[in-house]
Protein backbone atom coordinates (compact mmCIF):
# COMPACT_ATOMS: atom_id res chain seq x y z
CA UNK A 1 0.00 0.00 0.00
CA UNK A 2 2.44 2.55 0.90
CA UNK A 3 4.33 1.57 -2.81
CA UNK A 4 1.01 2.47 -4.24
CA UNK A 5 0.59 5.82 -2.11
CA UNK A 6 3.95 6.72 -3.17
CA UNK A 7 3.58 6.10 -7.39
CA UNK A 8 0.09 7.71 -6.62
CA UNK A 9 2.06 11.33 -5.30
CA UNK A 10 4.72 11.13 -7.90
CA UNK A 11 1.85 10.56 -10.42
CA UNK A 12 0.26 13.91 -9.10
CA UNK A 13 2.94 16.11 -9.13
CA UNK A 14 4.11 15.11 -12.53
CA UNK A 15 0.44 15.78 -13.62
CA UNK A 16 0.67 19.16 -12.00
CA UNK A 17 3.78 20.16 -13.41
CA UNK A 18 1.91 19.16 -16.82
CA UNK A 19 -0.95 21.66 -15.86
CA UNK A 20 1.84 23.97 -15.13
CA UNK A 21 3.45 23.77 -17.95
CA UNK A 22 0.32 23.95 -20.08
CA UNK A 23 -1.11 27.26 -18.45
CA UNK A 24 2.24 28.89 -19.43
CA UNK A 25 2.62 27.91 -23.05
CA UNK A 26 -1.14 28.87 -23.45
CA UNK A 27 -0.60 32.15 -22.29
CA UNK A 28 2.21 32.31 -24.48
CA UNK A 29 0.03 31.66 -27.46
CA UNK A 30 -2.41 34.13 -26.03
CA UNK A 31 0.44 36.59 -25.50
CA UNK A 32 1.41 36.60 -29.34
CA UNK A 33 -2.01 36.50 -31.23
CA UNK A 34 -3.01 39.63 -29.82
CA UNK A 35 -3.20 42.95 -31.61
CA UNK A 36 0.24 44.04 -31.57
CA UNK A 37 0.07 46.82 -34.85
CA UNK A 38 1.00 49.97 -34.28
CA UNK A 39 -1.95 53.14 -34.09
CA UNK A 40 -0.79 54.39 -37.07
CA UNK A 41 -0.81 50.70 -39.21
CA UNK A 42 -4.51 50.34 -37.84
CA UNK A 43 -5.92 53.60 -39.18
CA UNK A 44 -4.37 53.11 -42.26
CA UNK A 45 -6.11 49.79 -42.94
CA UNK A 46 -9.43 50.93 -41.51
CA UNK A 47 -9.38 53.96 -43.58
CA UNK A 48 -8.73 51.91 -47.20
CA UNK A 49 -11.49 49.58 -45.79
CA UNK A 50 -13.77 52.75 -45.56
CA UNK A 51 -13.06 53.96 -48.49
CA UNK A 52 -13.82 50.97 -50.21
CA UNK A 53 -16.90 50.06 -48.60
CA UNK A 54 -18.20 53.49 -49.08
CA UNK A 55 -18.06 54.23 -45.04
CA UNK A 56 -18.34 58.21 -45.09
CA UNK A 57 -18.41 58.18 -41.32
CA UNK A 58 -15.32 56.29 -40.39
CA UNK A 59 -13.53 57.68 -43.47
CA UNK A 60 -14.15 61.31 -42.15
CA UNK A 61 -13.01 60.14 -38.23
CA UNK A 62 -9.68 58.76 -40.09
CA UNK A 63 -8.73 61.69 -41.75
CA UNK A 64 -6.73 64.98 -40.79
CA UNK A 65 -8.59 68.28 -41.58
CA UNK A 66 -5.60 70.90 -41.85
CA UNK A 67 -7.96 73.85 -40.99
CA UNK A 68 -9.03 73.74 -37.54
CA UNK A 69 -10.66 77.19 -37.44
CA UNK A 70 -13.66 75.73 -39.79
CA UNK A 71 -13.59 72.33 -38.40
CA UNK A 72 -17.14 72.18 -39.13
CA UNK A 73 -17.49 73.66 -42.33
CA UNK A 74 -14.51 71.75 -43.50
CA UNK A 75 -15.86 68.33 -42.11
CA UNK A 76 -19.39 69.21 -43.74
CA UNK A 77 -17.88 70.06 -47.31
CA UNK A 78 -15.63 66.66 -47.07
CA UNK A 79 -18.80 64.61 -46.15
CA UNK A 80 -20.71 66.31 -49.50
CA UNK A 81 -17.35 64.97 -51.23
CA UNK A 82 -17.49 61.49 -49.75
CA UNK A 83 -20.68 61.15 -50.13
CA UNK A 84 -20.65 61.67 -53.74
CA UNK A 85 -17.51 59.59 -54.50
CA UNK A 86 -17.13 56.64 -52.63
CA UNK A 87 -20.04 54.90 -53.53
CA UNK A 88 -19.12 55.49 -57.05
CA UNK A 89 -16.00 54.18 -55.94
CA UNK A 90 -16.81 51.09 -54.14
CA UNK A 91 -19.42 50.52 -57.27
CA UNK A 92 -16.47 50.76 -59.64
CA UNK A 93 -13.94 48.28 -57.47
CA UNK A 94 -17.07 45.60 -57.35
CA UNK A 95 -17.66 45.95 -61.51
CA UNK A 96 -13.71 45.91 -62.34
CA UNK A 97 -12.03 44.08 -59.31
CA UNK A 98 -14.78 41.89 -57.69
CA UNK A 99 -14.46 44.19 -54.66
CA UNK A 100 -11.71 44.32 -52.15
CA UNK A 101 -10.76 40.75 -50.49
CA UNK A 102 -8.41 42.12 -47.94
CA UNK A 103 -6.20 45.17 -46.86
CA UNK A 104 -3.23 44.64 -45.03
CA UNK A 105 0.08 46.80 -44.09
CA UNK A 106 3.31 45.97 -45.49
CA UNK A 107 5.56 48.54 -44.38
CA UNK A 108 5.75 51.68 -42.17
CA UNK A 109 7.81 53.94 -41.54
CA UNK A 110 7.85 56.15 -38.27
CA UNK A 111 9.59 59.83 -38.27
CA UNK A 112 12.14 60.62 -35.45
CA UNK A 113 9.50 62.95 -33.76
CA UNK A 114 7.21 59.51 -33.24
CA UNK A 115 4.44 62.76 -34.76
CA UNK A 116 4.51 61.21 -39.01
CA UNK A 117 4.43 57.93 -40.30
CA UNK A 118 4.35 56.71 -43.98
CA UNK A 119 2.49 53.79 -43.99
CA UNK A 120 2.52 51.09 -47.03
CA UNK A 121 -0.77 49.17 -47.66
CA UNK A 122 -1.51 46.24 -49.98
CA UNK A 123 -5.41 45.82 -51.69
CA UNK A 124 -6.00 42.82 -52.70
CA UNK A 125 -8.60 42.27 -55.16
CA UNK A 126 -10.81 39.64 -55.54
CA UNK A 127 -9.84 39.09 -59.27
CA UNK A 128 -7.64 40.80 -61.52
CA UNK A 129 -7.52 44.62 -61.89
CA UNK A 130 -5.22 46.64 -63.94
CA UNK A 131 -3.80 42.79 -65.10
CA UNK A 132 -2.95 42.56 -61.16
CA UNK A 133 -4.27 41.01 -58.22
CA UNK A 134 -3.03 43.80 -55.77
CA UNK A 135 -1.99 47.18 -55.58
CA UNK A 136 0.14 48.66 -52.74
CA UNK A 137 -0.55 52.48 -51.99
CA UNK A 138 1.63 54.82 -49.95
CA UNK A 139 -0.24 56.97 -46.89
CA UNK A 140 0.86 59.73 -44.77
CA UNK A 141 -0.44 59.68 -40.95
CA UNK A 142 -0.18 62.13 -38.52
CA UNK A 143 -0.74 61.97 -34.88
CA UNK A 144 -2.90 64.95 -33.57
CA UNK A 145 -4.00 65.25 -29.86
CA UNK A 146 -3.10 61.30 -29.76
CA UNK A 147 -5.38 60.18 -32.62
CA UNK A 148 -3.64 59.03 -35.84
CA UNK A 149 -5.11 60.80 -38.74
CA UNK A 150 -4.81 59.81 -42.64
CA UNK A 151 -3.96 62.61 -44.69
CA UNK A 152 -5.89 62.11 -47.79
CA UNK A 153 -4.99 62.20 -51.17
CA UNK A 154 -8.20 62.03 -53.30
Not at 64 to 71: F, H, Q, T, V
Not at 114 to 137: G, H, L, P, R, S
Request: charged share 30%.
Amino acid sequence: MLILSKEWVMLKRLFNLFAIVSLILSIFTIASCTDNSKPYEKVSVTYMEAVFNADTDTVLETIYIKDRRSEKEQRKKAEEKLNAFLPEVAKDMEAKAGGVKSVKVVKSELNEAQDTAKVTVQINYKKKFNNATNEKVELTVVKIEDKWKVIPTL
